[in-house]
């Protein structure tokens, strides 16, 4: 796979085509002098894509690595409802429409609800959050995300006593996803991935709802999705819709494909390799290369390494 570097540009000063597109289709229909007022008040205005977040909280999180450009973090991606190739989310989902978007979240939770992607983006101060990402297929980005600890939402419907576990569930439409088939994509659809409760309420797994100060762009997991800076990034599922607390280890998209391949846990782990390829080191986008050693948890171990003490991290990879 060939890779195009591109000169690094600052996040103010690209547009991605969507922005227009999603703007052009947001601002239809609305005189021109209520346009301010308008767009001020529109529901979803802040979760459109594109959108500028102000007022991002730098977070301690943060590493002080190099981010990579938006333009690399946006052309080579994997969602594969919108194709299995790097570069055709970025093609194929820039008419997705999330708007009205919800989340419900339910299972064993004292106050179950459905929340709007606007009570989500308001629920708590946005932070920036400088994250490695790696991907199992041993290439990395950094990218700046932006959002907040997934344990301030889930505290909102107070898990109950049987939650051991949160499944996630991403949307699903084949109106709106066509490639979105099994037989195109090789993996079970909706999309699903879970985590044990204790890691979903670590203060570093983030609900993410933008990247570089603006709202995530439709090939990033638009409206709102995970990212989990410890594990493979496949456990970092896109564009979510449900989210349930349940007691038994749930179903995940990559383990029920290839369960060989893919566990549950699925922690950045430079001595397991891949059944097919090595994790020691990983190729630093816009890099050819294997030009970076691989760390554990990603280098995210002094936080997140007494989550697994005592495991044997060779067998629950
Ligand atoms: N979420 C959904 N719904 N569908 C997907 O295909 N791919 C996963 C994850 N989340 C995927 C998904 C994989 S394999 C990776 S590596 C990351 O998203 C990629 O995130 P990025 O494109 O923002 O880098």
Redesign the pocket.
Known sequence: MLIKKTADLRYSEVTPKSIYLNRRKFLAGVPAAFLGARELLAPSARAQAGAKLPDLVKSPFSTTEKANSYND?THY?????FGTGKQQ?AQNATNFKTSPWTVSIEGDVAKPRKFSIDEIMKLAPLEERIYR?R??EAWS?VVPWAGYSLSVLLKQVEPGPKARYVAFE?YWDLRQMPLARPELTGIALP?VEGLRLDEAMHPLALLCVGMYGEALPP???APVRLVVPWKY??K????IVKIKLVASQPPTTWNLANAHEYGFYSNVNPQVDHPRWSQATERRLPSLFQNHPTQMFNGYASEVASLYAGMDLKKNY
């Open positions: 973090v991606n994997n969602f594969y409802e989310p990402h991907c199992v980005i991403s999309y090939q990033d997991g990034g496949f970092s599922i896109k564009s």
